[in-house]
């Protein structure tokens, strides 16, 4: 179990440049480095048990309302990308995500952040953490 100190908890994936994700040069098309978060963020869920299908079960979905995106270096056909994704606590309801994504090398080439707010699955806003989330911050050793 996490200190009760954490502020950060983090998890890495892993991702193969697929050949609809590049552009002619073989280069990966800067919009697909939000996939990718994605791809970090369902993948961390599914490892801290805070998944998109955990939260559906409460009967809240978590839109993202911003999003940052820093490209530093190209990623090509073929790389496999390793997407580190860390939760940033806040006493906010809302979950903040930072990404780095790097190349086979270890050389970061993309690094963003996400802010996703909770809304019930009949489309009301949640101005107060729900409880589920209170008790995964909880067990996971964050701040409620």
Same mark, same amino acid.
């Given at each position: 179990?996490?200190?009760?100190?954490?502020?950060?908890?983090?998890?890495?994936?892993?991702?193969?440049?697929?050949?609809?994700?590049?552009?002619?040069? *073989? $280069?990966?098309?800067?919009?697909?480095?939000?996939?990718? %978060?994605e791809d970090?963020?369902? @993948?961390?869920?599914?490892? &801290? *048990? $805070?998944?998109?299908?955990?939260?559906?079960?409460?009967? %809240?979905?978590?839109?993202?309302? @911003?999003?940052?995106?820093? &490209?530093?270096?190209?990623?090509?056909?073929?790389?496999?990308?390793?997407?580190?994704?860390?939760?940033?606590d806040s006493?906010?309801?809302?979950?903040?995500?930072?990404?780095?994504?790097?190349?086979?090398?270890?050389?970061?080439?993309?690094?963003?952040?996400?802010?996703?707010?909770?809304?019930?699955?009949?489309?009301?806003?949640?101005?107060?953490?729900?409880?589920?989330?209170?008790?995964?911050?909880?067990?996971?050793?964050?701040?409620?």
């Open positions: 179990m996490p200190s009760n100190t954490a502020k950060e908890i983090s998890h890495t994936s892993e991702v193969r440049v697929r050949f609809a994700e590049t552009d002619p040069l *073989g $280069i990966v098309w800067h919009g697909n480095y939000i996939q990718y %978060f970090g963020r369902e @993948s961390f869920g599914r490892h &801290h *048990g $805070i998944s998109y299908l955990d939260q559906k079960a409460h009967n %809240f979905a978590t839109p993202i309302v @911003s999003s940052q995106c820093e &490209h530093k270096l190209p990623l090509t056909y073929g790389d496999v990308a390793t997407i580190k994704t860390t939760y940033v006493a906010a309801a809302k979950m903040i995500f930072k990404y780095e994504i790097y190349n086979p090398k270890g050389q970061v080439v993309c690094t963003g952040k996400t802010v996703q707010v909770f809304v019930a699955l009949g489309g009301e806003l949640s101005l107060t953490a729900p409880d589920f989330f209170k008790d995964w911050k909880l067990k996971m050793g964050l701040t409620v």
